[in-house]
């Protein structure tokens, strides 16, 4: 089955620095990736639509200068979490999907911690 | 996209059938409907996955009445590793096209 993995599993950082986290298609190109954010006992929010070769398209409310993302390969989207504030402390899950296919793999997630 | 609706929580004792129900009363004619588990501090993973009528794999039934205003996600003979949140998502997974997640349904399996 398809496969989608992130790096690193989990980060703690002081407030101020910036942070990237990386998704990866292990077994197949993906044109489009999607970042998540999950707080706790909440949902899963949509963050942004990551397009290979193009710029992201960002959900309403979410700084596009402080989550910088870039899909720069078939295989590889980066999610870059700017000036960190212990408010952007969360979860932060990845998803990609197989060209022409209806079903989204998730990864495994990235835990932030911004102290 | 559509809105689901589904039961913020459900309880279940081992080995016996659950059936989670989701509403999805504005459902698009090209939209799929997804459902999705997920166990704290991971990432959701795909469970099926159907358009109309009846879908099976080799873990769950997904029953989608003709006007597939709603579906039921069937988990036969339940263990308590099935204790997770389960999402039910609607609409086209293509290309640029978006998915975004209801409140989901947060079955405990009891021993």
């Known amino acids: 089955g398809a496969v989608v993995s992130q790096h690193p599993s989990w980060v703690i950082c002081k407030s101020g620095t910036s942070v990237k986290i990386e998704c990866r298609s292990l077994?197949?190109?993906?044109?489009?990736m999607f970042w998540y954010r999950q707080f706790p006992k909440q949902s899963l929010m949509l963050m942004a639509t990551?397009?290979?070769?193009?710029?992201?398209?960002?959900e309403q409310g979410v700084e596009k200068d402080k989550f910088l993302i870039n899909h720069a390969s078939l295989t590889l989207s980066t999610l870059t979490v700017t000036s960190a504030h212990p408010e952007d402390s969360s979860f932060y899950i990845c998803?990609?999907?197989?060209?022409?296919?209806?079903?989204?793999?998730f990864g495994p997630g990235t835990r932030l911690t911004v102290l | 996209l559509a809105k689901t609706t589904q039961p913020i929580s459900m309880d279940s004792y081992e080995g016996q059938e659950v059936n989670i129900t989701c509403s999805h009363n504005?459902?698009?004619?090209?939209?799929?409907i997804t459902w999705y588990q997920q166990f704290p501090s991971q990432g959701p993973r795909f469970i099926i996955q159907?358009?109309?009528t009846k879908v099976t794999n080799e873990v769950a039934s997904l029953f989608i009445p003709a006007d597939r205003k709603s579906s039921t996600l069937s988990l036969p003979r339940v263990s308590l590793s099935d204790t997770a949140v389960y999402y039910c998502?609607?609409?086209?997974?293509?290309?640029?096209?978006?998915?975004?997640f209801g409140t989901g349904t947060r079955l405990t399996v009891i021993p």
């Open positions: 998803s990609a999907s197989i060209p022409g296919s209806r079903t989204q793999y």
């Open positions: 077994d197949f190109q993906a044109t489009t």
């Open positions: 990551s397009n290979e070769g193009s710029k992201a398209t960002y």
């Open positions: 504005n459902i698009a004619t090209n939209d799929y």
């Open positions: 159907g358009y109309k």
């Open positions: 998502l609607v609409g086209l997974q293509t290309g640029a096209n978006n998915l975004f």
